[in-house]
């Protein structure tokens, strides 16, 4: 699987100083197919109310104990924790946004990579803000899948989320779509980040289309079905273990 080599520690560090010191700094995100982009970090904070419809959704959906992956300031943890009383564990490769989790009240936040975990059941995985992005390149899918059923309690779920780019992509006169596979998939993307004077090396990050999420979970003997679509090509989705 992909394994990000974010040092410096961007996302912690932009974390913390908003958490301490209320530094609304941006991080700025680069990619050599588009223009620079920017995350806001307060909305790293931002509570239920002002969660997308598709991350509302997937927290409704939350049952069991609890894996968020990927889990930043840790706000999707804090409400499935406080309001909705389940056991949460938040996970992260940002040891800064874990401990920031952990001073918010995260009761068991682990500066740790998905792939590294072992030996523990989940009865829900939760990936947000599109939680195909860990995966990294398409080839990376069958460890990312069998490392889910590693994870999973009998009777398990994963949500997961991601979008299609292939709006980003012209359309011909009968409204299909031509796109070069010559260089890949075209959801696999690398970026780099910036938060003040300190800049990333580079990473790679997938968005996947549900169609090949779909066969990938197929593969692997999970059923895949699409919970939600939003507006953007955006979806959520949830697998389970084939019976």
Request: glycine fraction near 6%; aromatic fraction near 12%; charged fraction near 30%.
């Amino acid at each position: 699987m992909n394994k990000p080599k974010n040092n410096p520690d961007i996302f912690g560090k932009a974390i913390t100083a908003f958490f301490e010191k209320a530094d609304e700094t941006d991080i700025v995100v680069h990619s050599p197919d588009f223009d620079d982009d920017v995350i806001p970090v307060p909305y790293l904070f931002r509570s239920y109310k002002e969660m997308q419809p598709l991350e509302q959704q997937a927290l409704k959906l939350c049952r069991g104990k609890v894996l968020d992956v990927g889990c930043g300031a840790g706000s999707h943890s804090l409400y499935l924790q406080q309001e909705r009383n389940l056991v949460v564990t938040a996970i992260d490769t940002s040891a800064g946004a874990i401990k920031v989790c952990r001073k918010r009240g995260i009761s068991d936040a682990r500066n740790i990579a998905f792939e590294d975990l072992s030996e523990e059941k989940f009865d829900t995985i939760l990936l947000l803000m599109n939680g195909t992005g860990i995966v990294g390149k398409m080839k990376f899918l069958d460890a990312f899948f069998e490392q889910l059923k590693n994870l999973l309690a009998e009777n398990g779920q994963v949500l997961i989320d991601s979008s299609d780019l292939i709006y980003l992509f012209d359309t011909d006169e009968d409204g299909g779509v031509w796109v070069d596979t010559t260089n890949g998939y075209y959801g696999e993307l690398t970026y780099r980040l910036s938060y003040k004077a300190e800049t990333s090396n580079s990473f790679d990050w997938l968005y996947l289309d549900f169609e090949s999420l779909s066969l990938a979970a197929d593969k692997h003997r999970f059923n895949c079905e699409k919970i939600y679509e939003g507006e953007h090509y955006d979806y959520l989705a949830r697998l389970t273990v084939k019976k």
